[in-house]
Structure formats: C-alpha cells, structure tokens
C-alpha cells in the first residue's frame, strides 16, 4: 500500500525540522518495506508571499487527498509585529484545522528520564507524569463570531461560542481516551463565569454515565493551571476547550523539558495533521539549531494514530529516547555540554534506525 503524506514545512524553522522528520520517517519506510509518496505544499508567510493566501485551495486539495498530513509550523514576526495586517500566517492555520474538520489536538505529556533535571519543577514532581491533553481546536474565541473592532477603533471584541453537539463530540473523545489509559478524565473550564463553560459542564455531565468506569473530575482553568505544575502526575486524560488547551499545554511543556519535544496529532473529520505543538521560533529561522524532536516525535504519532503501524512508531521513540542518552541533542537541551544541530540530531535517528 502506498501512504500518501502531505508535507506543509511553513515557516521559520519549519523547513529544518520536517526535512528531520522525513529522514526518520524514510528511515522507517525503508527498514520496513512500506510505500511512501510525499507531496510538499505552501502554508503560512511563505504561502502569503507566493500566492497571497496562507491556505491555499491546492493545499487544501492536496490535504484531502492525502492519508497524513505532516505539518512543521507557521508565523513570521513581520506579520507579528504589524496588527494592521490584513492577512496573516495563522489565518492559514485556522483555516486547515476548520476546513478540515479537525476539532481535536491530542497533546502527551510525557517525561524523559535524561531529561528530567531540565525541567525548572523538582525531579520528584515530574518524574513520572504521564497524560493526554485534549484541546478542542474548531471552536471558541478564536473562531467566534463577531470579532473585530468598534468603528473609532477604540474599542475590541472577540465572541466564545460553543455548540453542545461541538462540545459532546470531543468529551466523548476524552471519555474513550481515559478508557484506553488510567480511566481518569479531568474537564477544564471556568464555569463560574463563562456561559460557553457552564454549556461544557452541562453535556460533560450529561454523558459521564455512560462511562461509569472513567473517574471524572471538574476543574477551573486557573486551578489546573497551578495543578499542572504542583502536581502533574495527578492528570490522565485532561479535555478542554480552545484557548484554555493552548495555554495549558505550552505550560506543560516545562514538564517535559523543552518545547522543542512535545509532538501532537490534530484528528477530526478528514485527514489528521501531525505537528509539533512549538512555532516558527523565527529567532532560530535558518541557523540548523532548533531540536526537531517534537516533529520526529508528531511522525511517530502519524505511524501510530493515522496509520495503525505501532512497531513503527515504537521504534521512532526508541531512537529518541537513545538520542537522548547519548546525549545527541540540540542546544536546548544539551546543559552547556556539546550541542548538535538540527540535520546531526536527524542523521543520528535516522542511522539508529537503520542500524536498529
Ligand atoms: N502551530 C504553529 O505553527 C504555531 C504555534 C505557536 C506559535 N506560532 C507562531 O510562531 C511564531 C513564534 O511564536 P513564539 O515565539 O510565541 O513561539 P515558538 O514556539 O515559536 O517559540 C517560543 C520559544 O520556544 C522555544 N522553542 C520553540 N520551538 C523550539 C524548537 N524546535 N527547539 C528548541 N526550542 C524551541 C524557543 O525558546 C522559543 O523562543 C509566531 O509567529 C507565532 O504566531 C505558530
């Protein structure tokens, strides 16, 4: 069978980290004897310079059509640093995860023993935590309808807005992660002010009985803020809607060590994208410095979920893991002790692989 994969590089630094993952990935296909056919298409800046439109419909077509999308990362600070600019690389974001229908973005939190001292949290706190952050990614505030600004300017407004059917369609995922794991679902919200929230609590509670065995808990955003760093090991599965998983997860990454290792998988109605949950990092743009882990890892993820291939996907992890043993890494994470670029840190796991 051939696997088609639509390769979306970006900006920034997303070139240099997907060109890792697709070595990996080769590595992989060549060591078991799968067929794979990448097709590279513009998202982001690059897309607004090329053609004016960060989304393009040849993407999108091309996404449809494809088994996997494997997705590095958009934004460029001239957009950044300009408010006026009526289009914008995100725009191209938001507008795949819409017209795909991806309303789910699956986050692990995962710790990595040689890794643990990098945490700013103490060993004891973080050794061992372990959960799934699901973040709902269609709806919300940064979807919500009307946004914009007054007529004198002076005043800004964005719209909350969830549906129940949007709301009990990632619960429900949640519910069957918790299942597939610890069978413990915690829901985030901040019911006591938010009327989106109270919506979210209303369908959560509406369904918790048909999952009597998953142990569920309610939680306000700002308490499993703290939670998260207090005490991580506490979480199994977390859902929660689009703002709040945002900032939850970049939060998280601390747990892990670095932003440079957390991977994702975006799963909805047509094809699922695989992406590191960090940006463009513009500062690291071209240099080869930036660790490509969380994209190698995001290709792990397409082995597993798109896929089913789970020895592939182990083996991606091992080689990871042993990178990191060996202390074959990029300078976020190399503790002033020698670092290694971008391409050697690729290099490095594709050989393991071969060689595994
Ligand atoms: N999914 C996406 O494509 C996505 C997500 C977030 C931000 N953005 C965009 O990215 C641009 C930069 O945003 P930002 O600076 O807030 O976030 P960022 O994730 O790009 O970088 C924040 C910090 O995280 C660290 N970091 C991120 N990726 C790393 C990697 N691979 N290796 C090592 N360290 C890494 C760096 O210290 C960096 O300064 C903006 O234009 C923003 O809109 C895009």
Same mark, same amino acid.
């Given at each position: ?173 949640? @519910? =069957? ?13 901040? *019911? /006591?002010?938010? +009327? $989106? ?76 994208? @695989? =992406? ?13 410095? *930036? /660790?490509?882990? +969380? $994209? ?61």
């Amino acid at each position: 069978m051939t696997y088609k994969i639509a390769v979306l590089a970006g900006d920034g630094i997303g070139p240099e980290i997907v060109a890792q993952a697709r070595k990996v990935t080769d590595a992989i296909v060549q060591k078991f004897g799968h067929d794979f056919e990448y097709t590279e298409a513009l998202v982001g800046a690059v897309a607004i310079d090329k053609v004016g439109n960060p989304y393009p419909d040849e993407t999108h077509e091309l996404c449809m059509n494809s088994d996997a999308v494997l997705f590095g990362a958009i934004g460029h600070p001239r957009f950044d640093n300009d408010p006026t600019a009526k289009v914008r690389p995100e725009q191209g974001l938001l507008a795949m995860r819409k017209k795909l229908g991806l309303y789910a973005n699956l986050r692990p939190v995962t710790t990595f023993k040689s890794l643990i001292h990098k945490s700013p949290l103490k060993t004891e706190l973080v050794d061992g935590a372990d959960f799934m952050c699901i973040r709902e990614l269609t709806g919300g505030i940064y979807f919500g309808r009307p946004q914009g600004r007054s007529e004198d300017g002076q005043t800004a407004y964005d719209t909350c807005v969830y549906s129940a059917d949007e709301i009990e369609r990632i619960v429900r995922l949640g @519910f =069957e992660y918790a299942g597939k794991r610890r069978k413990k679902l915690t829901i985030v919200d901040k *019911a /006591n002010v938010l +009327a $989106t929230s109270r919506l979210w609590r209303e369908v959560s509670q509406r369904i918790e009985p048909e999952f009597p065995e998953i142990e569920v808990e309610y939680m306000f955003v700002d308490n499993a803020a703290m939670q998260l760093i207090t005490w991580p090991k506490r979480f199994d599965v977390m859902v929660t809607e689009n703002m709040f998983g945002d900032i939850l997860t970049d939060e998280a990454s601390v747990i892990s060590g670095s932003m440079g290792m957390l991977p994702s998988a975006s799963v909805g109605v047509h094809t699922s994208v @695989f =992406e590191p949950i960090h940006g463009s990092y513009p500062q690291a743009a071209g240099k080869n410095i *930036a /660790n490509p882990c +969380a $994209t190698v890892l995001s290709a792990a993820m397409m082995f597993e979920y798109a896929f089913a291939l789970m020895k592939e996907g182990a083996l991606i992890r091992e080689a990871v893991d042993k990178s990191l043993e060996a202390g074959i890494v990029t300078e976020d994470i190399a503790d002033g002790k020698k670092a290694y670029s971008t391409s050697e840190v690729g290099d490095w796991l594709a050989n393991y692989i071969k060689n595994a």
